[in-house]
């Protein structure tokens, strides 16, 4: 069956980095967009970043545009997070998930597009 496992997060100070690894097994992971999401206490679901089954044409949100870069290693079936320049306000719980077919652009943001969930790896930020 499908398992998505999520590691590396920590706590970081403000401006520090981290690296998100999520490893996939039980489906052909080169065939699938994959995407970070997001969860603060007290707060909903924030879609962070999306990158297509090659490995190109990646989305991010706003708030992380410039500072998180999203990548994966098919050969490894895994998928990464670089998170630089970290706020505060990263602190969340951070799932990776795997995309189904039909999920595009205008629908990246839809938990309906996703069809199996990480664990998630927390994250905090603090001085």
């Known amino acids: 069956q499908v398992q998505l496992v999520e590691s590396g997060g920590g706590l970081a100070q403000p401006g520090g980095s981290l690296r998100l690894s999520c490893t996939a097994s039980g489906f052909f992971f080169n065939q699938y967009r994959m995407t970070w999401a997001r969860q603060a206490p007290g707060k909903g679901l924030e879609w962070v970043a999306s990158?297509?089954?090659?490995?190109?044409?990646?989305y991010y949100t706003d708030s992380v545009q410039g500072r998180f870069t999203i990548s994966r290693d098919n050969a490894k079936n895994t998928l990464y997070l670089q998170m630089n320049s970290l706020k505060p306000e990263d602190t969340a719980l951070y799932y990776c998930?795997?995309?189904?077919?039909?999920?595009?652009?205008?629908?990246?943001?839809?938990?309906?597009?996703?069809?199996?969930w990480g664990q998630g790896t927390q994250v905090s930020v603090s001085s």
């Open positions: 990158i297509n089954s090659g490995g190109s044409d990646p």
């Open positions: 998930a795997k995309g189904r077919p039909q999920l595009a652009r205008e629908t990246w943001r839809f938990r309906a597009m996703y069809d199996s």
